[in-house]
């Protein structure tokens, strides 16, 4: 199984610019997205395919990367981004995430 | 409106068996594979195998293999998850999910596996 690695926790002030990595054990392409999940929610797609932003999704979201390395970047984060962010790889079957970044503010 | 709407909060033996379903609206049915999600408690999203709801074809993660089994029903627009032989470790929210190709999620199953 393609397994996707993440940094377990991130704390940032609001109006930073903040990165989430995800490190895959092979390459994925560019078939890498990103989700976020407030607690007691369903997850929400934010990022598909590496780079592309979901319709409705804030433009101070984005992602990039290809291969094995990916990041989803915020900036500037805002208070209301307080989650748990995952990616997910949909190259290799089976389809897997990473454990979750949790981002705090400060 | 894309809307996916599972089933109720379930509290089962240990050893049972448990069916969740997932009603589809608001788009086509078969156009979308269902993916379905494995959440514990406090912990992070597992993918659990996914459905071609057009032709009933089916890919699971290894470790579901003998865990999950999937079902379409294409007349009612609904899909399925079984779940077998519970244990405690079965205990979780189980999600469908259209996503990454469309944003839509239910909005959770919650299942207990409890004495």
């Known amino acids: 199984d393609t397994v996707l690695t993440q940094s377990p926790a991130l704390a940032v002030s609001p109006g930073e610019r903040v990165t989430i990595s995800c490190r895959a054990s092979e390459s994925v392409s560019t078939l890498m997205h990103w989700y976020q999940q407030k607690p007691g929610q369903q997850p929400k797609l934010l990022i598909y395919?590496?780079?592309h932003l979901e319709s409705g999704v804030p433009a101070r979201f984005s992602g990039s990367g290809s291969g094995t390395d990916f990041t989803l970047t915020i900036d500037p984060v805002e208070a209301d981004d307080t989650a748990t962010y995952y990616c997910q790889q949909s190259w290799n079957d089976p389809y897997t995430f990473g454990a979750g970044t949790k981002l705090e503010l400060k | 409106e894309v809307l996916l709407q599972q089933s109720g909060a379930e509290l089962v033996r240990p050893g049972s068996s448990v069916k969740i379903s997932c009603k589809a609206s608001g788009y086509t049915f078969t156009d979308y594979y269902m993916h379905w999600v494995k959440q514990r408690p406090e912990q992070g999203l597992v993918w659990i195998g996914r459905?071609?709801?057009?032709?009933?074809?089916?890919v699971y993660a290894e470790k579901f293999k003998s865990k999950a089994t999937l079902t379409a029903d294409k007349s009612s627009n609904t899909a399925y998850m079984q779940l077998s032989s519970l244990t405690s470790e079965d205990t979780a929210t189980y999600f469908c999910?259209?996503?990454?190709?469309?944003?839509?999620w239910g909005q959770g199953a919650s299942v207990t596996v409890s004495s």
């Open positions: 395919l590496a780079s």
């Open positions: 459905i071609n709801p057009a032709n009933g074809n089916t």
């Open positions: 999910t259209t996503a990454p190709i469309m944003d839509a």
